[in-house]
């Protein structure tokens, strides 16, 4: 089987969605169920980028696992991290795909700064939002712009996500390649 | 506990080759899908540490294989010749593990027929015409397979209760999976029966989950310090009840230190040994999720906090 490996219940919950999306319009096998299975979130980036967090899924690897992708953010480069920003995160996540040397095929995707940044882009009501962000000062509270995220999902519950908008077709991409050889 | 067993090496058993696992602990819970080997893992366990000697090696095969075929033997004439035969449909046996070294093999050389046994360090080669068993068997390990135990074999095991003085907790157990039911006696010789508004029925007339209940409990007395083997641990157990028997397990296999072993196709089987296991703060449990890869079995062994965290997350851990 194949494994996504994210950073927490925020990610692994958009990516169940997004799975959904994919099964709905037949680009992953119509026989994949309980997509929470395919999904482990490590909670939280730092545990994500550690090879010491992995000894669980390692006892899969080759036996049970045999695909594995790592979503996760980037954050922001003037964060005090060693793995801030694109390209900081990049680095990170090849040294530890090297780390680990799981001799199966290994493959990533990083959003650019976080999810809910990642999502306000897509959406089509964007100037709107960001007039709403900048009005009620909302990144001066919270600069992953998780408060925005979550009035626009209480808005439009119904909506939360257009996987049509162009920015998802990189990580569908992957998404379907992960599963294009799956046979459950 | 240095009793236990450990680890395994299955060079040859059945649908198993060249097969390893290791990190075993008291309670170990099996899943995987059907015709994975779950229940002949659980052989290759219980042939393994049951022969310390040829009558008992050949004894417990000899069971495996009454156990297997059982409605087939229905009205059929049991001798060592039709033993004999089953034995040698195997043809080979090779296991080894932190216990103990069992192998057996048919060898024909130019029509002369012979067994070979190797237990432990001691390697013996016997004509098949001077072979001869005494049936032996030892006590404290127990299979109780998917038909559960049959009324003798439960008085057996409800004999360790009494020895123990623990008739008393196996009311109580039994009150609380039923609360009509008020005693539980073998009368009449080998009929358990149950005591329900003031008088005994017969404990067949009541559901199966019940025999089964009562037999796991009597069984984990009944193998104090040695090993209990459990076929589809929840069959005929509504799930609310599963909680209950984890609890009972994880205390009693403690307390009579006993090595059990257990399989099952449930989810809630599976999630509810994990939500006991962490309510009580049990580490000494495992969960062995077997699979094939390139036709080949492999095993995953996941130690107790991980056993929790993969339930917390939903994946799947009923094999591949």
Redesign the interface.
């Known amino acids: 089987?194949v494994k996504i490996i994210c950073e927490g219940d925020d990610d692994k919950s958009f990516i169940r969605q997004l799975l959904q999306h994919l099964k709905k319009e037949e680009v992953i096998p119509s026989n994949i169920v309980?997509f929470?299975?395919y999904i482990?979130?490590m909670k939280g980036k730092s545990n994500l980028l550690d090879s010491e967090k992995y000894l669980?899924i390692e006892?899969?690897i080759?036996?049970?696992i045999d695909k594995v992708l790592f979503i996760f953010d980037c954050d922001y480069i003037e964060d005090d991290n060693r793995c801030g920003g694109l390209e900081k995160s990049k680095e990170c996540i090849e040294n530890l795909i090297k780390q680990l040397d799981w001799s199966i095929e290994v493959d990533y995707y990083i959003f650019n700064k976080n999810l809910d940044y990642f999502i306000i882009d897509t959406l089509d009501k964007k100037d709107n939002f960001e007039d709403c962000e900048s009005c009620f000062r909302l990144k001066e509270l919270n600069k992953n712009r998780k408060i925005l995220t979550c009035i626009y999902k209480t808005l439009y519950p119904k909506k939360p996500y257009d996987f049509s908008h162009k920015n998802f077709n990189d990580i569908k991409k992957k998404l379907v390649n992960l599963f294009k050889v799956e046979s459950l | 506990m240095d009793n236990y067993l450990k680890s395994i090496n299955i060079k040859d058993f059945k649908c198993f080759k060249n097969f390893e696992a290791n990190g075993f602990k008291r309670v170990n819970l099996i899943g995987g899908k059907n015709n994975v080997g779950k229940t002949a893992f659980m052989e290759a366990c219980y042939t393994n540490i049951s022969s310390t000697n040829i009558d008992k090696m050949w004894t417990v095969i000899s069971s495996i294989k009454f156990r297997r075929n059982n409605l087939e033997y229905l009205g059929e004439v049991f001798n060592l010749d039709t033993m004999k035969k089953d034995f040698e449909s195997l043809a080979v046996i090779n296991i080894s593990s932190n216990l103990n070294i069992s192998e057996f093999r048919l060898l024909n050389n130019n029509g002369k027929k012979e067994y070979k046994f190797k237990i432990n360090n001691k390697e013996i080669i016997i004509n098949i015409n001077d072979f001869s068993y005494n049936i032996e068997r030892d006590k404290k390990i127990q299979f109780i397979d998917n038909f559960g135990l049959t009324n003798s074999e439960l008085k057996d095991m409800f004999e360790a209760v009494q020895k123990k003085d623990k008739e008393e907790v196996l009311y109580s157990y039994i009150n609380e999976f039923d609360s009509n039911i008020v005693n539980f006696k073998i009368i009449g010789g080998d009929k358990p029966q149950c005591k329900v508004d003031g008088e005994y029925r017969d404990i067949n007339e009541f559901g199966d989950g019940l025999k089964h209940y009562i037999s796991i409990i009597c069984s984990l007395y009944a193998c104090a310090n040695g090993y209990l083997f459990i076929d589809e641990i929840d069959n005929g157990i509504h799930w609310t009840q599963l909680d209950k028997i984890w609890e009972i397990i994880l205390k009693i296999s403690k307390e009579q230190n006993v090595q059990l072993f257990a399989t099952t196709h449930s989810k809630e089987c599976i999630e509810s040994y994990g939500r006991i296991s962490k309510k009580f703060e049990e580490k000494d449990i495992s969960f062995i999720e077997l699979g094939q890869k390139n036709k080949k079995i492999e095993s995953i062994i996941y130690e107790s906090d991980e056993v929790i965290e993969q339930i917390y997350q939903n994946q799947e851990i009923r094999g591949w």
Do not use: L, R, V
Request: glycine share 8%.
């Open positions: 089987m309980n929470d299975s482990q979130s669980t006892k899969q080759g036996k049970k």
